[in-house]
Structure formats: C-alpha cells, structure tokens
C-alpha cells in the first residue's frame, strides 16, 4: 500500500520521507540513494563549506538532472556567505532548507525561482514565525534530533506545531523505524526528515570509524552540546546546541565552555583529532535514534523499508484499533 500526504504531493515522491541535510555527511551520494528509494534525498551544507561543493554534489545527487534532490542551508551563515545561497538556486534543487535563524529574507527569492522551502522549527514561536515568513513546509525539529537542534521534545512538539500552523508539518527527531514513522504521520504530520538513521549507510560521506562508532553506540549515549562549535570557533548562535555521540573530549569539557573557549591547546587537539579521525575526541553528530542503527543498510533499501513498514503498520494497526461502536464511559466513571 502507498502513502500519500501533502508532502508527497508537493514533491511528488512516493514516501513521505525527506533524508536531512546533514553537512559533512550527506553529499550527492546519499541524497540521491534516498530518492531512489522513494523519498528526497538532501544536501547538507556547513558554513564553512566551499560554495563550489554545493554544483559538484547537486550533479551527483540529481544524477545528471534526472532526479529530485534538496540543499540545507544554516540561516545564520548566509549573512556572510550569500554565495551559498546563490550557488544553491543555480543548483535549481526542488527543495530548499533555511534553518537555525529566521529565513524571512531567502524565503521569496527562493520561491521566485519555483523552489519549494521548508525551515526546521524548535517551537512554537519559531513556526508561527516561519508560516509569516513564507515558509511552504515547517519542519518541527525535536531536541532528540542529531546535530543542532533545540530543547523540547518531538512528541510535544509536534503537537504543539500541528496546533499552531495550517502549513504541512513534517516531524524531525528520533525517528527510524518503520514505527516512528507510522507514529508522526498517524498524529497528524505530513511526513517525517530524518538523519541519525541514514549516519551508518554506505553512501553517507563519514569514515568508516564513525560509522563503527554509530553502529555500536545506543540510545543513551549522545549529549546536547556547545563545546564542539566553542572549541572549532563556530558562529552558532548560542540557543543551537547540537547532539553529538559523547566522548572524551565532551566528558572534559561540557560544562566549562567559557574555559574551553580560551585554551588552545584543547582547540589544537580538537582539530588534529578530526583531521586524523579520532572519534575519542573529534565529534560524530547524531540523535537519540542512533541505539536503533544496527546495520549498514544502504540507504535506498532503508528509507524503502520505512515507507513500506510504516503503511503496513498503519492499515495493521488502525484496522486492530478502531471499533465499530461508539466509545462507551459509564456514568459514574468507574472503571469497567
Ligand atoms: C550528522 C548530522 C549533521 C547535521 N547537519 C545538519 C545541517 O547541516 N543542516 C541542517 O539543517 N540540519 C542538520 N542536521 C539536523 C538534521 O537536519 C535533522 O534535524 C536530524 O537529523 C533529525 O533527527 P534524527 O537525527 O533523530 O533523525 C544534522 C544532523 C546530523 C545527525
């Protein structure tokens, strides 16, 4: 049985499933791996990436102009690099992300060039915010999420925003498993974005080490913190932490930012841990969903297992639920 929402109508994909933009991580490769099993598949890039990164991936993740993908871009980074966001739009993805800062001043630029946008939310205020600035799709990003994200959780979360906004809501955080998925779209969400599931596939553009990393790490494992943005001298706004596999470094440091913040020696040993892939201390982002990644599954099989299983589970689940009968109380409600 196939799903339709107004998410896959919009993008015309077959599964409500958006593969997250993570930088670093999901470049052409993957991007285009999620779209051929039937979601989009997005290009995450950082605010330091090469503008020229976006024209390479795009063609890889489009696979010469045949298929749909989208590009993730940081609010907060654009101010300084307008050449990412102009880099994108020649990329002419279908759609494009404006996160972690307001998007209001992409928003109609974007839509002039026929892009459908969508921004990752972290409350309410944030997606009353978004629907004003334009925004066509409101990502409710919960703080179980990999990478940055905010402090409220996905279930609340997206109660509040279905509440709140008429927009299509897609919920973001913890979800991979066919469960999950079932779970956002039967609460009222158009579809599900989704990351930390995606981090230990073959075609994501991690290390092997990382990878073994995700693969053996569980749920209570990964921490919500400043130190990795602190020790690298990062932009992020302060409200951004982001969730990251805990490690020696964040055992030292989390907590003692402001000391962090002056001691190079800390910031050297971070930078030569990246560069040498030492994952004791360099950072993996990923979410609380990661005790659930056991395998390496190749992402077109894996987000065609989630959107296969999820409407299964739907059409098994709803038929076991619904009664056909009025819901009784007794008067007096005691329990029966
Ligand atoms: C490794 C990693 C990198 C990320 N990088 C970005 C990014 O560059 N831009 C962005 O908008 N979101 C980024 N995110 C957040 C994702 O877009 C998304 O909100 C998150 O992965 C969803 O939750 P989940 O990880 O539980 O699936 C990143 C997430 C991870 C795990």
Sequence with gaps: MGLRTPLTERLGVPFPIIGAPMAGISHGALARAVTEGGGLGMIGVGSTDRAELIAREARIASDGGRLRFGVGLMAWALDDRPELLEQTMAAKPALVSVSFGSPAPYVERLHEAGITVASQVQSTARALAAVDAGVDIIVAQGTEAGGHTGTVGTLPLIQLVLEAVDAPVVAAGGIATPRGVAAALAAGAAGVWVGTCLLACPESASRAQARDKVLAADETET?????FDVAQGIGWPETFAGRALRNRFTDTWHG?????????DARRLLADARATGDYDTAYI????????????VPAAQLVRNLGEGASSLLAERLEALLVDRPTRWPDNGAIV
């Design 256 to 264: 003692r930012e402001e000391e962090l913040d002056g001691d190079g």
């Design 285 to 296: 982002y990923a979410g609380q969903a990661v005790g659930l990644v056991h395998r390496p």
């Design 223 to 227: 921490i919500l913190t400043r130190v």
